[in-house]
């Protein structure tokens, strides 16, 4: 069996992801662990990694990195799906002793690996590295997952006429502002994957600093949100507020906002979300790759 090793030090694997090369989506890597602290990192060879996977203790996600079809599909073949995901490493997490303490629900995450339950959801992974997972979860565990739609993984890398853009979009308009703590309610109760511990994870976004809303009257009305794996998202704005304008300040303002922190703004948007895909490409956004999110 191909046995995943717990990498203790971020920046000996991702310089060695960088050198091997071939590695998709490296920059979500990056940005991750420069987002927030709660990720915990797993190899197959950390000096020369084919095969890597990063959890989010935080949700109980995880993602897979790979420059080798071949060697995830013989990692999945190998993996005994019938077992917790990770158990073997769960002493090891339980150690840790570096997560984020502004992130209120991040035992929940790891407490899924804890229980006996045959949980594997992930999150943005590769449309072919999904396959793989998907068909050997199925014929040796012998579980369903469900939602995988398919989401384009954007990025954007900014040019001089770019940066004025977003510059014009944003400098001069007060109503846009930091989300704060105290929006995390009005946030959560719109997110269209709400959940029953949503609202902490949204405390946390709403609280970090680089997610943006924009006000009208005091009233939050528009709002864009920074996740703790470095991407931007959640961008929604109150229906009867529509048509002028205000999505395109505050995409405008949070890229900036990423920009300063030193990092690639990225993000995820469904394939048939015809108006944010519109949008996005307008400021400058390319496709990367097609991702899937997964769980039972």
């Given at each position: 069996?191909?046995?995943?090793?717990?990498?203790?030090?971020?920046?000996?694997?991702?310089?060695?992801?960088?050198?091997?090369?071939?590695?998709?989506?490296l920059?979500?890597?990056?940005?991750?662990?420069?987002?927030?602290?709660?990720?915990?990192?797993?190899?197959?060879?950390?000096?020369?990694?084919?095969?890597?996977?990063?959890?989010?203790?935080f949700?109980?996600?995880?993602?897979?990195?790979?420059?080798?079809?071949?060697?995830?599909?013989?990692?999945?073949?190998?993996?005994?799906?019938?077992?917790?995901?990770?158990?073997?490493?769960?002493?090891?997490?339980?150690?840790?002793?570096?997560?984020?303490?502004?992130?209120?629900?991040?035992?929940?995450?790891?407490k899924?690996y804890?229980?006996?339950?045959?949980?594997?959801?992930?999150?943005?992974?590769?449309?072919?590295?999904?396959?793989?997972?998907?068909?050997?979860?199925?014929?040796?565990?012998?579980?369903?997952?469900?939602?995988?739609?398919?989401?384009?993984?954007?990025?954007?890398?900014?040019?001089?006429?770019?940066?004025?853009?977003?510059?014009?979009?944003?400098?001069?308009?007060?109503?846009?502002?930091?989300?704060?703590?105290?929006?995390?309610?009005?946030?959560?109760d719109?997110?269209?994957?709400?959940?029953?511990?949503?609202?902490?994870?949204?405390?946390?976004?709403?609280?970090?600093?680089?997610?943006?809303?924009?006000?009208?009257?005091?009233?939050?009305?528009s709002?864009?949100?920074?996740?703790?794996?470095?991407?931007?998202?959640?961008?929604?704005?109150?229906?009867e507020?529509?048509?002028?304008?205000?999505?395109?300040?505050?995409?405008?303002?949070?890229?900036?906002?990423?920009?300063?922190?030193?990092?690639?703004?990225?993000?995820?948007?469904?394939?048939?979300?015809?108006?944010?895909?519109?949008?996005?490409?307008?400021?400058?956004?390319?496709?990367?790759?097609?991702?899937?999110?997964?769980?039972i």
């Amino acid at each position: 069996m191909t046995q995943l090793q717990h990498v203790k030090d971020f920046n000996v694997l991702i310089n060695n992801m960088k050198q091997k090369g071939g590695f998709r989506q490296l920059y979500r890597l990056i940005c991750s662990e420069i987002s927030a602290t709660g990720w915990i990192y797993f190899a197959d060879d950390i000096q020369s990694p084919s095969v890597v996977l990063s959890v989010d203790v935080f949700r109980g996600k995880y993602t897979v990195y790979n420059n080798d079809l071949e060697s995830l599909e013989k990692w999945a073949k190998n993996q005994n799906w019938n077992d917790p995901f990770l158990s073997n490493h769960y002493p090891e997490i339980l150690k840790l002793n570096d997560l984020d303490t502004r992130f209120p629900n991040s035992i929940n995450g790891i407490k899924i690996y804890e229980q006996s339950l045959k949980y594997y959801g992930y999150a943005s992974v590769g449309v072919p590295e999904s396959e793989i997972i998907l068909k050997h979860v199925s014929e040796i565990g012998g579980l369903k997952l469900t939602s995988t739609d398919v989401f384009h993984s954007k990025i954007v890398e900014m040019n001089e006429a770019q940066f004025q853009l977003l510059r014009h979009n944003s400098s001069s308009d007060q109503n846009i502002q930091p989300l704060t703590i105290e929006d995390a309610e009005v946030v959560n109760d719109h997110w269209k994957y709400k959940n029953s511990i949503s609202l902490q994870y949204m405390r946390w976004a709403c609280n970090n600093g680089i997610s943006v809303g924009y006000r009208l009257d005091g009233k939050l009305v528009s709002w864009i949100i920074f996740c703790n794996d470095g991407s931007i998202g959640n961008l929604y704005t109150l229906e009867e507020y529509r048509g002028r304008g205000l999505a395109k300040k505050i995409v405008s303002k949070i890229i900036l906002n990423v920009i300063d922190r030193n990092m690639t703004p990225y993000l995820y948007i469904h394939v048939d979300n015809e108006a944010s895909n519109s949008l996005f490409d307008s400021l400058g956004f390319k496709n990367d790759i097609l991702v899937k999110w997964s769980g039972i």
